[in-house]
């Protein structure tokens, strides 16, 4: 038998027998006799050494253990259980019930995706210190009560981005897609939206011009996040409206300074309408 990859797997907040019915079916795989392109599969009790994390949405204790392992990096991927017909903000779900080769195909789907680089991605550096594990750590001069929406295909930069701006007491609301996003802003005002630019369905530059063409959010501060850095992309950036537009993996010191920047325009509509203006001239000069 060829020598394949393992990976590990655990579970939070599953029901017994499903934990004993995903052992026995990874184990199918271990002992297949043939080799598996994306590896073999096993069960492991703990899930700190666990590639991939499977979770019951329904169990807060569960979902609890999962954001303390999110916070390790590199943080295992997710595949989220959730009942049949409810939705579930996370890239890889599963509903109940289920059976093996609908859990083998996802299995092999996530390790596909990590291997080709298309998982889930970091939006941090790493350099610079984060305010998540520095709650003692604030901006001078911005009152603690904002709300933000961040608007990512990606549960990973989401998660992130609740984390560090929650570090700050900002309450943040999140989206799935560009079309999700902008029924959230029809329903709430946000002092800062965070847009990434690749996206399922309406992309960030198509959400970002919507937001401009609106009376209500026009003024509010757009932040773009995207892995794309040319020029080009900078350029479409601005001329769709945004305020800033932020590469990732972003340093901490450089998402604070749009942090600070553009929430202090939120006390300050007049200083607001200023620096849009200001953004528009620059993009026609572009």
């Known amino acids: 038998m060829t020598q394949d990859k393992i990976n590990l797997v655990g579970t939070l907040g599953l029901q017994k027998h499903e934990v004993r019915f995903i052992k026995i079916m990874l184990g199918l795989t271990t002992h297949a006799p043939t080799s598996r392109a994306q590896g073999r599969y096993e069960l492991t009790e703990d899930v700190h050494k666990a590639n991939i994390v499977i979770a ?3 169990d807060d204790d569960a979902m609890q253990a999962w954001q303390k392992l999110f916070q390790i ?4 991927m997710l595949l989220l259980v959730t009942e049949e ?3 579930a903000t996370a890239k890889y779900r599963l509903s109940r019930p289920f059976g093996p080769a609908k859990v083998l195909m996802l299995l092999d789907k996530m390790v596909k995706e990590q291997q080709e680089g298309g998982g889930e991605s970091e939006i941090f550096s790493g350099e610079g210190k984060s305010a998540a594990r520095d709650i003692s750590r604030t901006i001078p001069g911005i009152p603690s009560r904002h709300r933000a929406l ?4 990606s549960p990973t930069v989401r998660k992130s981005l609740v984390l560090e701006l929650g570090s700050f007491n900002i309450q943040v609301d999140t989206a799935e897609t560009g079309e999700q996003g902008l029924e959230m802003l029809e329903k709430n005002q946000y002092d800062i939206i965070f847009l990434d630019v690749v996206m399922p369905g309406a992309d ?3 959400v970002c011009k919507t937001i401009r063409r609106n009376q209500q959010t026009k003024l509010t501060p757009v932040v773009m996040l995207t892995s794309k850095s040319s020029p080009f992309d900078k ?3 601005s001329l769709a409206g945004c305020s800033a537009y932020l590469t990732k993996p972003v340093e901490y010191e450089n998402f604070y300074q749009v942090l600070e920047e553009y929430l202090a325009l939120a006390k300050d509509p007049a200083l607001a309408k200023d ?3 200001g953004q528009a001239g620059s993009a026609s000069m572009m």
């Open 275 to 277: 620096q849009s203006s």
């Open 150 to 153: 961040v608007v990512d295909d």
């Open 235 to 237: 350029v479409r950036g």
């Open 85 to 87: 017909g409810k939705a």
């Open 56 to 58: 019951n949405s329904e």
């Open 204 to 206: 960030g530059y198509q």
């Open 73 to 76: 990096k590199p943080a295992p």
